[in-house]
């Protein structure tokens, strides 16, 4: 089946699912790739703080799928923020892919204590889109002020704004703020698979009933239905596994409707805690990563 399509803010479409490789390993990132590539996903989703680049361009050129019909998205890391930096960040992130040209290259996170230097990254990645080395760039882990700092110092409003968003963490106030920007809001951990991987009493979204009485009145899996969730909302999704059944779970999400009362139960499940780490927290000391060059 061919995924719908979502128009970013410049006129180029994304696919509305894609495949998302955080945590994946080096060695398993291939035969995921491969996988989900056979399967129907069109849109890759890596970053070089993830170290599984090279394996995704891999997995892509023994697809045998023309570049074209595929949508590959990385990031840069904080280590490699300013001007400078960025645009060889490009280059290396281009060069582990094995393409020339990237269709969405974001910034991964804010650096709010050193604005500056998340400015000029991301001045690079106008450059970048100016000179059609990218198709399209954004940013992810952007509170609303962070879009507002960075929209009074750069001239590109940002294509894609990832965030962390499942039932348990909505992040509404963003959302809104993506919207209001002309940003298209993508999840990351868009079943929430960071309640529980990473701090385990937050419960799971899996176990949920709510999410669990409304997948069983649709014939689904609670995965599936968050996803759908998602979708309907507008929300591009990454959804990310190494099991092939899974993979294979996670894109049968296009035959079914939610009702306007189950979305707005799962809205409510909302508990307002966050997953990942505080926007704000984010330093160069704390999670500051070498990005090889090959």
Same mark, same amino acid.
């Given at each position: 089946?061919?995924?719908?399509?979502?128009?970013?803010?410049?006129?180029?479409?994304?696919?509305?699912?894609?495949?998302?490789?955080?945590?994946?390993?080096?060695?398993?990132?291939?035969?995921?790739?491969?996988?989900?590539l056979e399967t129907g996903y069109r849109h890759?989703?890596?970053? *070089?703080?993830?170290?599984?680049?090279?394996?995704?361009?891999?997995?892509?050129?023994?697809?045998?799928?023309?570049? &074209?019909?595929?949508?590959?998205?990385?990031?840069?890391?904080?280590?490699?923020?300013?001007?400078?930096?960025?645009?060889?960040?490009?280059?290396?992130?281009?060069?582990?892919?094995?393409?020339?040209?990237?269709?969405?290259?974001?910034?991964?996170?804010?650096?709010?204590?050193?604005?500056?230097?998340?400015?000029?990254?991301?001045?690079?990645?106008?450059?970048?889109?100016?000179?059609?080395?990218?198709?399209?760039?954004?940013?992810?882990?952007?509170m609303s002020d962070h879009l507002t700092r960075?929209?009074?110092?750069?001239?590109?409003?940002?294509?894609?704004?990832?965030?962390?968003?499942?039932?348990?963490?909505?992040?509404?106030?963003?959302?809104?703020?993506?919207?209001?920007?002309?940003?298209?809001?993508?999840?990351? &951990?868009?079943?929430?698979?960071?309640?529980?991987?990473?701090?385990?009493?937050?419960?799971?979204?899996?176990?949920?009933?709510?999410?669990?009485?409304?997948?069983?009145a649709h014939g689904k899996t609670p995965a599936?239905?968050?996803?759908?969730?998602?979708?309907?909302?507008?929300?591009?999704?990454?959804?990310?596994?190494?099991?092939?059944?899974?993979?294979?779970?996670?894109?049968?999400?296009?035959?079914?409707?939610?009702?306007?009362?189950?979305? *707005?139960?799962?809205?409510?499940?909302?508990?307002?805690?966050?997953?990942?780490?505080?926007?704000?927290?984010?330093?160069?000391?704390?999670?500051?990563?070498?990005? *090889?060059? *090959?």
């Amino acid at each position: 089946m061919t995924i719908p399509g979502l128009t970013l803010n410049n006129d180029i479409t994304m696919p509305a699912l894609g495949f998302g490789v955080y945590q994946t390993p080096p060695d398993d990132t291939v035969a995921a790739v491969e996988a989900a590539l056979e399967t129907g996903y069109r849109h890759i989703d890596t970053a *070089a703080a993830y170290q599984n680049e090279r394996e995704v361009g891999e997995a892509i050129r023994r697809s045998g799928i023309d570049r &074209s019909d595929i949508f590959i998205e990385t990031k840069i890391w904080i280590t490699d923020y300013g001007y400078d930096n960025t645009l060889h960040a490009f280059d290396k992130s281009a060069r582990k892919l094995g393409i020339d040209q990237i269709d969405l290259l974001i910034l991964h996170q804010a650096l709010a204590g050193e604005f500056t230097l998340t400015v000029e990254a991301y001045k690079a990645l106008e450059t970048l889109l100016a000179d059609g080395r990218v198709r399209a760039i954004g940013v992810s882990n952007f509170m609303s002020d962070h879009l507002t700092r960075l929209q009074d110092e750069t001239s590109v409003v940002p294509a894609v704004n990832q965030i962390e968003v499942h039932p348990y963490f909505r992040q509404s106030d963003v959302l809104t703020a993506n919207a209001e920007h002309g940003i298209l809001s993508q999840a990351w &951990s868009p079943i929430g698979g960071i309640t529980f991987y990473r701090d385990g009493s937050h419960g799971s979204t899996l176990d949920d009933p709510t999410i669990g009485n409304i997948a069983a009145a649709h014939g689904k899996t609670p995965a599936q239905t968050m996803l759908r969730w998602h979708l309907q909302q507008g929300r591009q999704v990454i959804p990310k596994s190494v099991t092939p059944s899974r993979i294979t779970e996670n894109f049968d999400v296009f035959d079914f409707d939610l009702t306007a009362d189950q979305l *707005a139960a799962i809205d409510a499940l909302d508990t307002g805690v966050r997953g990942g780490p505080e926007p704000d927290d984010i330093t160069r000391e704390t999670f500051g990563l070498e990005i *090889a060059e *090959a």
